[in-house]
């Protein structure tokens, strides 16, 4: 790969390594540096850990590590973002994880939670020295916890002198292995048990392809994403949100109490239906199946399992449209979804919905909506390119007389999934 074409964070990750890292440490191997991209989903939220269909795509905004591998087993960060160093050590992983955790920074936690997972899966790890950057808006629902954790596996293969490899040929670990390692990292570093569509996104990365993941199985084909007269933005409404405080966990059990509440109400009417007894998520639940039982569930538990059973439709809709070429059709269907994420699952905001309605004033936004674990983060907008500079100017000045705050506008391109460099010694 030609360092000039590297990503601007990447390059920056490489600058400033010798401005934190000049202590007279012994490396053992030249300046190399690990990244992974972010993602924004078109189609699909809430739904992955219900087991069911995404529609995401990998994006040009990544975290990235530059640095050196030591002769020991510590590993030493410096965060440009959080300007904090932090420290670990390999030694003992995964036993000594919850006791090293503690002290950690949260940005930290990450990257020591994908050690413990690879030294649960016996691979061996070595020691090094990073600077740690990234441009995924921290908490603005485009995964840079997914992005962090996919890149710092990538590190780790790197620093090791690749005593394992990531890939899909002949390698130690599958593109998809790895998205399940840093998934079960993420939920031991940050207690939020999440799906496993943001690490799968970040792993499975290709410019201009979108990726239809079944979150069961986790099969997953690509389908064309590269009009060029179509622009995917994305607005930023400034409000974070920590998402294990969030309801995230709490929606996590509700779906799984309806399920299980369907399933017995289905199996009290016919015992020995087959399809009852399948019932393991609401994956499992037909539409058809959800009419019959919804007005048996309690209102609470009706809307989240209805929004989700919808959510998954819509997301084989899309998919048959986007094929088709019908990309209007296919942004009217974003609109339907965010009203479920508002009424039904509950989890947007002001701010979001404020962004929404704006967007839909605008002639040329084919459908929005909010995007990620919700209250707050980011809305996903599908535009025709002559009507950004449009959207933009409506955001810039309603937003803020409507919310007090001001929101940020990203073109998102659809990008490639995670890489590494290392200079020649």
């Known amino acids: 790969m030609d360092s000039t074409k590297l990503l601007p964070p990447v390059k920056e ?12 440490v012994t490396y053992s191997n030249p300046l190399g540096a690990a990244w992974a991209p972010g ?12 087991g069911g269909y995404v529609l995401p795509l990998a994006v040009d905004r990544v975290s990235a590590f530059a640095g050196r591998t030591r002769n020991d087993q510590i590993v030493r960060l ?40 690879l030294a649960r899966a016996k691979v061996p790890l070595k020691g ?77 990365g290709q410019p201009r392809k979108a ?16 009009d ?21 966990n709490e929606r996590r059990k509700q779906c799984e109490e309806a399920t299980q509440k369907i399933r017995e109400l289905f199996l009290q009417d016919e015992p020995d239906n087959s399809e009852a007894k399948a019932i393991k998520e609401l994956r499992d639940i037909t539409p058809e199946t959800f009419e019959r039982y919804k007005d048996r569930l309690p209102e609470l538990l009706q809307k989240r399992a209805g929004y989700v059973i919808a959510e998954n439709e819509r997301v084989l809709q899309v998919v048959k449209l986007l094929e088709a070429g019908e990309i209007e059709e296919a942004g009217k269907i974003l609109w339907i979804g965010h009203a479920g994420l508002r009424d039904e699952y509950e989890v947007s905001c002001k701010e979001l919905d404020v962004l929404v309605d704006i967007a839909k004033d605008v002639p040329g936004v084919l459908g929005a909506r909010m995007m990620g674990g919700g209250f707050g983060g980011c809305t996903i907008n599908l535009v025709r390119s002559d009507a950004v500079d449009a959207l933009s100017q409506a955001v810039k000045q309603y937003y803020p007389e409507r ?23």
């Open 13 to 24: 990750a490489i600058e400033k390594f010798p401005q934190y890292f000049h202590e007279d």
């Open 39 to 50: 993602r924004v989903n078109l189609i699909g939220e809430h739904t992955d850990y219900n």
């Open 78 to 117: 410096w965060s440009t973002h959080f300007n904090a160093y932090a420290q670990f050590s390999l030694a003992g992983l995964p036993e000594t994880f919850d006791e090293q955790r503690e002290p950690l920074p949260g940005w930290a936690r990450y990257v020591l939670g994908v050690a413990a997972e």
């Open 128 to 204: 090094f020295d990073a600077v740690v950057t990234g441009d995924v808006p921290l908490g603005g629902g485009m995964s840079s916890s997914a992005a962090l954790e996919v890149a710092s596996a990538q590190a780790y293969a790197l620093f090791s002198n690749h005593a394992f490899t990531i890939g899909e040929d002949n390698a130690t670990l599958t593109p998809l292995e790895t998205a399940a390692l840093c998934q079960e990292a993420e939920h031991k570093a940050s207690g939020l048990m999440s799906g496993i569509l943001d690490q799968a996104a970040s792993c499975l």
């Open 211 to 226: 990726i239809l993941l079944d979150c069961r199985s986790l099969e997953y084909r690509y389908l064309p994403f590269e």
């Open 228 to 248: 060029p007269t179509i622009s995917v933005v994305v607005i930023d409404t400034s409000v974070r949100r920590e998402l294990a405080s969030s309801a995230y």
């Open 403 to 425: 919310t007090g705050r001001q929101a940020s506008i990203d073109i998102c391109r659809a990008a490639a999934g995670p890489n590494h460099f290392l200079f020649d010694k």
